[in-house]
């Protein structure tokens, strides 16, 4: 039975950020879709407020439908999808950033019904939680640490984290471009800014590895070295407590020098060493 790749897009994004990576892992002969997760994509929150011209005010107070979503949503969802992929080849899930926590979710879930997980640059929490890790040095390094304007209203009153993508801020603009896709050019980073949506549930999730699940489930970690948004470090640091807890299923580790959507724009090297897992 062939592998179908099943993946998962990061915070504030959908299933769009993924299209140039399908079509090269379809060119190459594999079976591929991305997921929405629930309330992303075509059934994401964008206001009139956040439209040109903006009204920032009204942004900051405009109701979201990710209000009061859960990480518990976005795995059941998941799950479905993996099962019902599963019926047509064996499943290798691959998740991206914040995905990579829901991906964890299934894993420790469904580990039954995975053929591989792939994490790409994405969060894996093995000791700690994702707020401990961003307590931790690894994390002190990444320049989403600097992007101050960014989130458009408040969190605690919103129930979402919001955030104004659609900034005409030049410095703010650089800033997001050195932390997102630094390797590309200014119109491929305005355009992949532009794919991004506004909202992203509070609720990241607290699973961590579970050794019991994990035991014989093949998982790969794709580090990107470019990456400065989540540091290479944290990536590493994620691979060395998983291997810790896990010594004879260890991560099989592969590298591209790339930024944290670099690989997303320029998807060829990608899809070749995820063909490689097939």
Known sequence: MNAIFVCLPGSNSNSFHWSPLLR???????????????????????????????????LAAAPS??????????????????????????????GHSRGGMTLTGVANAVPELLHRVVYVSAWCCVDLTAD?????????????????????????DLGVLRMNWRTADPDLLAK????????GTDA????????????????GGSDRVDPAAWARLPHTYLRLAGDRS???????????EADALLPDNPFDVRTLDTSHMGFLVRAKQAAAVLAELA
């Open 188 to 203: 491929e980073f305005l355009a992949a800014l532009n794919t991004l949506e506004p909202d992203e549930s509070l609720d």
């Open 24 to 58: 090269e892992l379809t060119l190459l002969g594999h079976r591929a879709l991305a997921v929405d997760l629930p309330g992303h994509g075509f059934d994401a929150t964008f206001s009139a407020s956040y439209q040109a011209p903006q009204d920032p005010a009204a």
């Open 230 to 240: 989540v540091p290479v470090e944290l990536q590493d640091r994620f691979i060395r």
């Open 65 to 94: 439908g990710l209000k009061g979503a859960s990480h518990a949503d976005n795995v059941a969802h998941v799950i479905d999808v993996v099962r019902r992929a599963g019926e047509h080849g064996r499943v290798v899930l691959v």
């Open 132 to 156: 401990g890790y961003m307590a931790g040095p690894e994390w002190a390094s990444s320049v989403l640490n600097d992007l101050p304007g960014l989130l458009a209203g408040s969190p605690v």
């Open 176 to 183: 997001l471009k050195n932390a997102l896709l630094a390797d």
